[in-house]
């Protein structure tokens, strides 16, 4: 399973908090595994650079045709500024024909528990696919 570790261009200011989303990313077959992981890197350079990224870690899992991200900013407005700009907008715009099922999580909390762990982030989304396909 690949993973790009927590990466953190910039320290959070202490007491400040931080505004992490997190997904679970499938896409429809094996055939655009290789494709989408080549685009996530491209992603993940922009990421690295982007105003207001606290953290950012990827987790691949290409065999499950699976990727999860966790990343967390100084405001919602820093997210949605990147989420917005190319080459990440290029690429979603892209990949949505080629997607099975997205999950999308936000949540807040205190900067000095950065950096998210992957058992918390894996977990609330999990939570979050069981509650959309329970109601």
Do not use: C
Request: charged share 20%; aromatic share 12%; glycine share 6%.
């Amino acid at each position: 399973m690949p993973t790009l570790p927590w990466t953190t261009p910039k320290n959070a200011v202490a007491g400040a908090e931080a505004f992490v989303m997190a997904s679970r990313l499938e896409v429809t077959s094996l055939r655009t595994v290789p494709r989408f992981f080549l685009r996530s890197l491209a992603a993940w350079w922009q990421v690295k650079g982007a105003p207001g990224l606290l953290g950012a870690s990827l987790v691949a899992e290409p065999f499950k045709r699976t990727f999860w991200t966790v990343s967390a900013w100084d405001g919602r407005g820093s997210l949605y500024e990147y989420a917005k700009t190319n080459p990440h907008a290029d690429i979603m715009r892209g990949f949505r024909p080629l997607m099975r099922r997205t999950t999308f999580l936000t949540w807040t909390v205190p900067a000095g528990e950065l950096p998210i762990g992957w058992d918390d982030a894996k977990r609330r989304l999990l939570d979050q696919i069981e509650a959309e396909s329970t109601a």
